[in-house]
Each structure stands twice: as structure tokens, then as C-alpha cells.
């Protein structure tokens, strides 16, 4: 072979050997393989079979931190981290210009919509959850923000997050 | 070299062929020396990785820079006397950079270590072909003795860091540099008796623009594939500097295999484009990694070793191969392969910086989702969110080692499958953002890689 083709071959090779590492990572899936995006909160989530208080409440919180990020026009993961102390509370606030209150009202209608998602899976029944919806629409936005102040222990115990609905959902638990 | 185009030698000395390679190599060994140890320097002097990355850049800038106007030097003032005294600074450079404390001395202490290198390297090219025979030959072992010190440079940092510390690797390199200069002293003592034809002097042919250019652009490619690699291996994938300087030193035994190539093409231009579509090649595979394992890196390594060998030897051929004088053609070659290098890092350092921070919270966020939807017990999952976010603190922001937030493990079986579930989906997630982050950059090196096919293509019709 002359030396002019095998510059051509070797650049051919270059070419193939190139294309072909490309293909088989993009085919492997290397295009994609970033952190999971997260999910639109304000779309339903169905709560599976919750056993025991534990759970429903785990489910329960959930709910409400998705209505909540839903009103708020955030993720709910980004929610959650804000909740975990006072100090990512304050950043999250000034990142999203939100106030207090506005965060107070979205946590009222997260609690409300977990009280829906509960009733729809099936944990809460239709009389139980009229007066946990009463309940929750009349809690003063400060006792609210009380609640807020507890977030970092709300999975501990059911009776951390539901509070005078506590009793009602023990009661009328499937 | 002969004696009317440029200094005057009545009886010529000559320092042993090995000794000029040892200082050939060492000096460009520095252009990468530092890659595993900055992981190291950025934690040792608390600095951002934007800050330590001029630990590279300001050496490359200043090698840039330098590199022509010391080969001037070298010529004027002897390529002997410029060629100890160059290892001299650079010695005590060496010296400086392994004492300091901060990293602005260090930064400082590189750039003179760059100038005593640059003088030294130049000097060097001039005092080879009276040592080794033949012109073609000096710039062969030149250009070899460079790319092995360049491709030994990081797997050699890396051990020194893990084993002893990384100022080791400055003050290793001073006695190396005080042995090479040695057989040296003797030519410039020789020189300091003879005098310089001034008028030789002048005569300096014009580089070879379109080599240098196209070398500048693969060397940024280049040193982006090393630089990047290393950092997602570090501080991405958590791997010990050795276990980096391992994984890493498949790009120089790929180079030594591509060097095998050579004289099986004798086309320059054909080899140079091969070796630039490799390049390309490679590292458009680290940009599209498929998963965070250190075996899918070895692929694209080797298409980016073969390559760097391919491109370098037949673009630093081009650029010097008939062309006199030499130190100051080789000038240009190191000028145009460390402003590449310079260039490249400045370029990429704010994407992939950028890239990390968004990658961070992306990778928090998702590994939020995952442990709100994992099955473990709620009480077990708020002590382990606790511990996480501890871990994430106490890193300042790199990416977690997160094992220990999972000690000790539940003991009901259950409990702990759901707990080690959890454990592998948020690796997981913490793998996607630190691999995901450095994607851009490597496709950004990529398309460097790609554009040095522009010159490499015009330089057929335009020989400069």
C-alpha cells in the first residue's frame, strides 16, 4: 500500500473508531445520564397501600408538601430541603421573593389537599375528613407557622403533623 | 546546527543526550505535573476550583509567553549558558513552589518557574543536534523527550501526592533539575569564552503558522481531556489520587502505542488529522459516559492517547523540519502548545464550574425525591436526612462521600434492604450530577479537537 493510501486508511480508521465509541455510549444511554428530574408536584400522585398510622401519615405529609409546592410554583423537593431548618427556610424565601405568610398559605393548602389524597386512597373516610378540612381551614397562619417550626419533626409521629386530626384518624383508620 | 547561523562554539562541549532529555521532559512534565495533586492543593490551601486551576493556567500563560523571547536569549546569550541558568531558576522555582503556603506564592513561585523552564527547553532544542548528529533526529528526541514528560507528568504527581504530599512533586523536581544542569555548566563555560555573530543572529525564518495553530487547539483539547478527567475522577467519583493516577496513565501507554503508527505513515498531514479526529473522538465519549465507572473512561482514553501521539509528533515535525533556527521554531511550538493549554483551561473552567453548581442542586433535589419516596421506616429516614445533610456540610459543597450516613445499618432486615436500596439510589443520583456536570466541558474539548482539523486541512495548500 502507498504511503498517500494509508494516510487515507488511517484516517478512515480514526473516523470509524470515533464514530463508533460515540454510537455505542449515546446507544448506552450516555445522552441521559443525569440526576432525575423532579417531579410536577401539582400532578396527582396515587398513594399505593399505606399500612399502619406510620405510613398513612408518611403519605399524608407527602400530599401536603406537593399541594404546597404546587401552590408555590416550586418542586417539592426543593420545599422539603427549605423546611429542613430556619436558615434554608429564609434562603428559600429570598430566592423565590415568597413571604411567610404566602409559604404559611401553601403549607394550609398542601394540608388540604393530603386530606383529599386521603380520602381518595381510601385512608380517611368521608366523614373523618369534612372536619380535618374544617379543622385545617380554620387554623390561625401563625399556628401555621408554628407548625412550620416543627417541620424538621413532622415524620417522627403522625400525631407531629396532624395534630387535632389525630384522634379522628385513629378512630376511622381502614 | 552549525556554527555561522548562530553561536559561535570554536570547540564544542557536549552534554550527554540523556541530560538534555531529562530536562526537556521535566520542564514540560510541569505543564501537567500538578492535575492529581489540585483535588489535594484546593483542600490543603482552601481555595475554590476556579482558584486552583491558575496553579495550571499561570505556569502555561507564562511558558506561552516566554517561550519565544527565551529562545532569542538562548541564542544571543549561548544556548549553554541560557540552558543552566534556566534550570537554575527553574530549580529555585521548584524550590519556592514546594514551600508555599498560600496559593498566590504559589501561583507566583509557577511563573518563575515557567521562565526558567521556557529558557531551558528553547536552549535545550539549540545544544541537541551537536549532541545527537542530525537535525531531524534533535527534534525527535525533543519532541519525544516532551511528550513522555507530559505524559508521565500526572500518573507520577498523583503517587508522589498520595504517598508523601503534593509539595513533594516541586521538591523532587530540584535535585533532578541540579543533576541535569550539570553536563550542562560545562558547555556554558565553554560558551563564556566565545563571542555571538551578531548578524547571524537576525536570520530567523518565519514560523509555520498553521501547525502552531493547529497544535495550540489540540493541546487546549488535550489538557482539557486530562485536567477534566482527573477532577470527575477525584472529586466526582471519589477515586484516591493513585487509583486516579492508574486510571489515568492509560492516555500515555495509548500515546506510546500511537507512536508505533508513526513511521508506518509517512503523511504528516494525514497523521495529524487522524490523531485530531481521535482527540475529537475521545472525548466526545467522556462527554456522552453512559454511567459513573471507571472502565467505560478506558476507551475513550486510548482513542485520545493515540491520537495526542499522532497529532503532536507530525504538527511539531511540520512546524520545525527544515526551519532554522531551531530554538526559536521550537519556541513557537511550546508557545503555541502551553497558549492552547492556557487557553483551554480558561475557557472550560467557568462552564464546568458553572456546570457543577447546577449539577449540585439538581443532584440534591433528586436525591431529596429519593428519600421522600423511599420505603424506609419515617423515623429512620428523618436520622438519615439528618446525617446526609451533615455529610454534604462537613464537604463544603463537593460531592459527598455518603457510606457513613448509613452507619450502622437497622438490624430487622427488612428495615435494612430498604435502607440499602436507598443508599445505592441516592449514589445513583449523586453519580448522574457529578458525571452529568463535566459533559459539557468534554464536548466543548471535543469540538477544539475538531476545529484543529481546519488548519491541519488549509496547510496543504498554505505552507507558511
Same mark, same amino acid.
Given at each position: 500500500?502507498?504511503?498517500?493510501?494509508?494516510?487515507?486508511?488511517?484516517?478512515?480508521?480514526?473516523?470509524?473508531?470515533?464514530?463508533?465509541?460515540?454510537?455505542?455510549?449515546?446507544?448506552?444511554?450516555?445522552?441521559?445520564?443525569?440526576?432525575?428530574?423532579?417531579?410536577?408536584?401539582?400532578?396527582?400522585?396515587?398513594?399505593?397501600?399505606?399500612?399502619?398510622?406510620?405510613?398513612?401519615?408518611?403519605?399524608?405529609?407527602?400530599?401536603?408538601?406537593?399541594?404546597?409546592?404546587?401552590?408555590?410554583?416550586?418542586?417539592?423537593?426543593?420545599?422539603?430541603?427549605?423546611?429542613?431548618?430556619?436558615?434554608?427556610?429564609?434562603?428559600?424565601?429570598?430566592?423565590?421573593?415568597?413571604?411567610?405568610?404566602?409559604?404559611?398559605?401553601?403549607?394550609?393548602?398542601?394540608?388540604?389537599?393530603?386530606?383529599?389524597?386521603?380520602?381518595?386512597?381510601?385512608?380517611?373516610?368521608?366523614?373523618?375528613?369534612?372536619?380535618?378540612?374544617?379543622?385545617?381551614?380554620?387554623?390561625?397562619?401563625?399556628?401555621?407557622?408554628?407548625?412550620?417550626?416543627?417541620?424538621?419533626?413532622?415524620?417522627?409521629?403522625?400525631?407531629?403533623?396532624?395534630?387535632?386530626?389525630?384522634?379522628?384518624?385513629?378512630?376511622?383508620?381502614? | 546546527?552549525?556554527?555561522?547561523?548562530?553561536?559561535?562554539?570554536?570547540?564544542?562541549?557536549?552534554?550527554?543526550?540523556?541530560?538534555?532529555?531529562?530536562?526537556?521532559?521535566?520542564?514540560?512534565?510541569?505543564?501537567?505535573?500538578?492535575?492529581?495533586?489540585?483535588?489535594?492543593?484546593?483542600?490543603?490551601?482552601?481555595?475554590?476550583?476556579?482558584?486552583?486551576?491558575?496553579?495550571?493556567?499561570?505556569?502555561?500563560?507564562?511558558?506561552?509567553?516566554?517561550?519565544?523571547?527565551?529562545?532569542?536569549?538562548?541564542?544571543?546569550?549561548?544556548?549553554?549558558?541560557?540552558?543552566?541558568?534556566?534550570?537554575?531558576?527553574?530549580?529555585?522555582?521548584?524550590?519556592?513552589?514546594?514551600?508555599?503556603?498560600?496559593?498566590?506564592?504559589?501561583?507566583?513561585?509557577?511563573?518563575?518557574?515557567?521562565?526558567?523552564?521556557?529558557?531551558?527547553?528553547?536552549?535545550?532544542?539549540?545544544?541537541?543536534?551537536?549532541?545527537?548528529?542530525?537535525?531531524?533526529?534533535?527534534?525527535?528526541?525533543?519532541?519525544?523527550?516532551?511528550?513522555?514528560?507530559?505524559?508521565?507528568?500526572?500518573?507520577?504527581?498523583?503517587?508522589?501526592?498520595?504517598?508523601?504530599?503534593?509539595?513533594?512533586?516541586?521538591?523532587?523536581?530540584?535535585?533532578?533539575?541540579?543533576?541535569?544542569?550539570?553536563?550542562?555548566?560545562?558547555?556554558?563555560?565553554?560558551?563564556?569564552?566565545?563571542?555571538?555573530?551578531?548578524?547571524?543572529?537576525?536570520?530567523?525564518?518565519?514560523?509555520?503558522?498553521?501547525?502552531?495553530?493547529?497544535?495550540?487547539?489540540? /493541546?487546549? *483539547?488535550? =489538557? &482539557? #481531556?486530562?485536567?477534566? +478527567? $482527573?477532577?470527575?475522577?477525584?472529586? %466526582?467519583?471519589? !477515586?484516591? @489520587?493513585?487509583?486516579?493516577?492508574?486510571?489515568?496513565?492509560?492516555?500515555?501507554?495509548?500515546?506510546?502505542?500511537?507512536?508505533?503508527?508513526?513511521?508506518?505513515?509517512?503523511? /504528516?498531514? *494525514?497523521? =495529524? &488529522? #487522524?490523531?485530531?479526529? +481521535? $482527540?475529537?473522538?475521545?472525548?466526545? %465519549?467522556?462527554? !456522552?459516559? @453512559?454511567?459513573?465507572?471507571?472502565?467505560?473512561?478506558?476507551?475513550?482514553?486510548?482513542?485520545?492517547?493515540?491520537?495526542?501521539?499522532?497529532?503532536?509528533?507530525?504538527?511539531?515535525?511540520? *512546524?520545525?523540519?527544515?526551519?532554522?533556527?531551531?530554538?526559536?521554531?521550537?519556541?513557537?511550538?511550546?508557545?503555541?502548545?502551553?497558549?492552547?493549554?492556557?487557553?483551554?483551561?480558561?475557557?472550560?473552567?467557568?462552564?464546568?464550574?458553572?456546570?457543577?453548581?447546577?449539577?449540585?442542586?439538581?443532584?440534591?433535589?433528586?436525591?431529596?425525591?429519593?428519600?421522600?419516596?423511599?420505603?424506609?421506616?419515617?423515623?429512620?429516614?428523618?436520622?438519615?436526612?439528618?446525617?446526609?445533610?451533615?455529610?454534604?456540610?462537613?464537604?463544603?459543597?463537593?460531592?459527598?462521600?455518603?457510606?457513613?450516613?448509613?452507619?450502622?445499618?437497622?438490624?430487622?432486615?427488612?428495615?435494612?434492604?430498604?435502607?440499602?436500596?436507598?443508599?445505592?439510589?441516592?449514589?445513583?443520583?449523586?453519580?448522574?450530577?457529578?458525571?452529568?456536570?463535566?459533559?459539557?466541558?468534554?464536548?466543548?474539548?471535543?469540538?477544539?479537537?475538531?476545529?484543529?482539523?481546519?488548519?491541519?486541512?488549509?496547510?496543504?495548500?498554505?505552507?507558511?
Amino acid at each position: 500500500m502507498s504511503g498517500e493510501r494509508r494516510g487515507h486508511a488511517l484516517v478512515g480508521i480514526a473516523v470509524v473508531a470515533s464514530l463508533v465509541l460515540v454510537g455505542v455510549y449515546l446507544a448506552a444511554g450516555g445522552a441521559s445520564y443525569a440526576p432525575a428530574k423532579t417531579a410536577d408536584p401539582c400532578k396527582h400522585r396515587p398513594w399505593g397501600n399505606p399500612e399502619g398510622l406510620e405510613q398513612i401519615a408518611q403519605q399524608f405529609t407527602l400530599s401536603a408538601l406537593n399541594g404546597a409546592a404546587c401552590q408555590l410554583g416550586v418542586s417539592r423537593e426543593e420545599l422539603a430541603q427549605a423546611l429542613a431548618s430556619d436558615e434554608a427556610r429564609e434562603k428559600f424565601a429570598d430566592r423565590y421573593d415568597i413571604s411567610e405568610e404566602e409559604i404559611a398559605k401553601a403549607v394550609r393548602a398542601g394540608l388540604l389537599r393530603a386530606v383529599n389524597d386521603a380520602e381518595k386512597a381510601g385512608a380517611l373516610s368521608p366523614l373523618v375528613a369534612g372536619p380535618i378540612r374544617d379543622t385545617i381551614r380554620s387554623v390561625p397562619l401563625d399556628e401555621v407557622f408554628q407548625l412550620l417550626e416543627s417541620a424538621r419533626s413532622l415524620l417522627n409521629s403522625a400525631e407531629g403533623f396532624l395534630g387535632p386530626a389525630q384522634d379522628f384518624l385513629e378512630e376511622f383508620l381502614p | 546546527m552549525s556554527e555561522a547561523e548562530g553561536f559561535a562554539v570554536s570547540e564544542p562541549r557536549r552534554p550527554g543526550m540523556t541530560a538534555l532529555a531529562v530536562a526537556v521532559g521535566l520542564v514540560l512534565a510541569d505543564s501537567s505535573v500538578v492535575v492529581l495533586a489540585l483535588p489535594e492543593i484546593y483542600r490543603d490551601l482552601d481555595t475554590s476550583v476556579a482558584g486552583v486551576t491558575w496553579v495550571l493556567v499561570s505556569f502555561n500563560i507564562v511558558m506561552a509567553c516566554a517561550a519565544v523571547p527565551a529562545a532569542h536569549l538562548a541564542r544571543r546569550a549561548g544556548p549553554g549558558r541560557a540552558a543552566a541558568i534556566g534550570l537554575a531558576v527553574f530549580a529555585g522555582a521548584c524550590l519556592a513552589c514546594g514551600a508555599s503556603s498560600e496559593l498566590s506564592t504559589l501561583i507566583a513561585a509557577r511563573c518563575i518557574q515557567a521562565l526558567g523552564g521556557a529558557t531551558a527547553v528553547t536552549a535545550v532544542l539549540e545544544l541537541l543536534p551537536a549532541t545527537v548528529g542530525s537535525e531531524r533526529r534533535a527534534v525527535s528526541i525533543w519532541a519525544i523527550a516532551g511528550a513522555t514528560g507530559a505524559a508521565l507528568g500526572p500518573a507520577v504527581g498523583g503517587l508522589l501526592t498520595e504517598l508523601v504530599s503534593w509539595q513533594s512533586i516541586f521538591l523532587l523536581q530540584v535535585p533532578v533539575a541540579i543533576l541535569a544542569g550539570i553536563p550542562i555548566l560545562a558547555v556554558a563555560r565553554h560558551e563564556a569564552a566565545t563571542g555571538v555573530i551578531e548578524s547571524e543572529l537576525r536570520k530567523t525564518g518565519r514560523p509555520h503558522v498553521l501547525a502552531n495553530i493547529a497544535l495550540a487547539m489540540i /493541546s487546549a *483539547a488535550i =489538557a &482539557a #481531556a486530562l485536567f477534566l +478527567l $482527573v477532577l470527575l475522577l477525584i472529586e %466526582g467519583w471519589r !477515586l484516591t @489520587p493513585i487509583g486516579a493516577a492508574i486510571v489515568v496513565s492509560v492516555m500515555p501507554l495509548a500515546a506510546l502505542l500511537g507512536s508505533r503508527l508513526e513511521p508506518a505513515v509517512p503523511s /504528516s498531514r *494525514a497523521r =495529524a &488529522a #487522524a490523531g485530531a479526529i +481521535l $482527540v475529537a473522538g475521545g472525548l466526545g %465519549g467522556l462527554a !456522552l459516559l @453512559p454511567k459513573a465507572e471507571v472502565v467505560l473512561t478506558i476507551p475513550p482514553q486510548i482513542l485520545v492517547g493515540i491520537g495526542l501521539a499522532l497529532v503532536l509528533s507530525a504538527l511539531t515535525e511540520t *512546524a520545525l523540519l527544515g526551519r532554522a533556527p531551531q530554538a526559536i521554531h521550537g519556541g513557537w511550538t511550546i508557545s503555541a502548545r502551553h497558549a492552547g493549554v492556557a487557553i483551554g483551561l480558561l475557557i472550560l473552567t467557568p462552564v464546568f464550574t458553572s456546570d457543577i453548581a447546577t449539577q449540585r442542586e439538581d443532584a440534591i433535589d433528586a436525591a431529596t425525591a429519593v428519600v421522600l419516596d423511599s420505603k424506609v421506616a419515617p423515623v429512620e429516614k428523618i436520622a438519615l436526612a439528618q446525617r446526609i445533610e451533615d455529610r454534604l456540610a462537613e464537604e463544603k459543597g463537593k460531592v459527598p462521600t455518603i457510606g457513613p450516613a448509613f452507619e450502622p445499618l437497622p438490624e430487622d432486615p427488612e428495615e435494612r434492604a430498604a435502607v440499602l436500596q436507598l443508599k445505592s439510589d441516592l449514589q445513583d443520583q449523586l453519580d448522574r450530577g457529578a458525571t452529568h456536570a463535566f459533559s459539557p466541558s468534554f464536548g466543548i474539548a471535543a469540538l477544539l479537537g475538531l476545529l484543529a482539523l481546519v488548519p491541519i486541512g488549509f496547510a496543504r495548500k498554505l505552507d507558511l
